[in-house]
């Protein structure tokens, strides 16, 4: 059964950047026929994706954080990193990790999600 | 981008009762498009996905429909462990937007 799960810093300052890493377990971020992405969502609010990216493909962006977020794959540990530069308050939220049916399609796992704050 | 109008943002129901939520795209998104059910403190679940396909283990009571612009998520008789919020998405043209969530309550 697949599972995701990310880890990383709680807490970042204004201005600096966030690192976040998803582990994959019971499935390779190496197989082709998905796309690995990250959503989040501010407490009490909606949800926001952010990006996706599939092993060798291209990567898809939420237009409004295209400029501050990288994705990048490390298949050797079966894992997927999110960063995002210069950070606001704005981008206090829970993270969460998801696997993509297909390409950038409906997300049919998802991390458990992490908080970060940004203060 | 493709924007998602979700309506109600609060809907309040008593067990047993069929609920509709409503997502609006404000261009044609075909069938993309996706319900999750989320419960504090929880990720989101995926519920129907290509607009009327019902994910694996997910009781029939849930139902979708549309294409185009407008789409219906039905339950057909609620349950005590339905109340949650729910959230529609889009996933046409290799972006993403979601709707903004309908909280279902207990009347």
């Known amino acids: 059964q697949l599972q995701l799960q990310e880890s990383g810093p709680g807490l970042v300052k204004p201005s600096e950047t966030l690192s976040l890493t998803c582990t994959v377990s019971g499935g390779s971020i190496s197989d082709t026929s998905y796309d690995w992405g990250w959503i989040r969502q501010p407490p009490g609010k909606g949800l926001e994706w952010i990006a996706a990216?599939?092993?060798?493909?291209?990567?898809f962006y939420n237009p409004s954080l295209q400029s501050r977020v990288i994705i990048s794959l490390d298949t050797s540990k079966n894992q997927f990193s999110l960063t995002l530069s210069s950070v606001t308050a704005a981008d206090t939220a829970i993270y969460y990790c998801?696997?993509?049916?297909?390409?950038?399609?409906?997300?049919?796992?998802w991390g458990q999600g992490t908080l970060v704050t940004v203060s | 981008d493709i924007q998602m109008t979700q309506s109600p943002s609060t809907l309040s129901a008593s067990v047993g009762d069929r609920v509709t939520i409503t997502c609006r795209a404000s261009?044609?998104?075909?069938?993309?498009l996706a319900w999750y059910q989320q419960k504090p403190g929880k990720a989101p679940n995926l519920l129907i996905y290509q607009a009327s396909s019902l994910q694996n283990g997910v009781p029939p009571r849930f139902s979708g429909s549309g294409s185009g612009t407008e789409f219906t998520f039905t339950i057909s008789s609620l349950q005590p462990d339905d109340f949650a919020t729910y959230y529609c998405?889009?996933?046409?043209?290799?972006?993403?937007?979601f709707g903004q969530g309908t909280k279902l309550e207990i009347k």
């Open positions: 998801v696997r993509h049916s297909g390409s950038i399609d409906w997300c049919e796992s």
């Open positions: 261009r044609s998104i075909s069938v993309w």
């Open positions: 990216r599939q092993e060798s493909r291209r990567t």
């Open positions: 998405q889009q996933y046409s043209d290799y972006s993403v937007t």
